[in-house]
């Protein structure tokens, strides 16, 4: 079991990036996440997806960030616009029990 995630970088404050998670097993119905670990930080939900398409935020990215499934491409993304200096940290995509390595996000300001 294998969970591909890419699309993190740096960007300057009020940038985009977008963030893609793939499995090595078809995405189905599972339920989704995408998390972040700053440093010294325990890991947090960002955002999240369940059951017939219930989404929840964290509420520090509402608004801002926007999580997808894609069933045809086998995908997962997370669409993070205004991005801020306070989203910095690793992101990792969940499916099911699954976790992905993470990717870094990194916001300067």
């Known amino acids: 079991v294998q969970l591909q995630a890419s699309g993190g970088g740096l960007v300057q404050s009020g940038g985009s990036l977008r963030l893609s998670c793939t499995p090595s097993?078809?995405?189905?119905?599972?339920?989704i996440g995408w998390f972040r670990q700053a440093p010294g930080e325990d890991r947090e939900l960002v955002a999240s997806?369940?059951?017939?398409?219930?989404?929840d935020y964290a509420a520090s990215v509402k608004g801002r960030f926007t999580i997808s499934r894609s069933v045809a491409e086998n995908t997962l993304s997370l669409q993070m616009n205004s991005l801020k200096p306070e989203d910095t940290g690793r992101y990792y995509c969940?499916?099911?029990?699954?976790w992905g390595q993470g990717t870094q996000v990194t916001v300067s300001s």
């Open positions: 097993f078809p995405l189905g119905s599972y339920a």
């Open positions: 969940r499916i099911g029990q699954y």
């Open positions: 997806m369940i059951g017939g398409g219930h989404i």
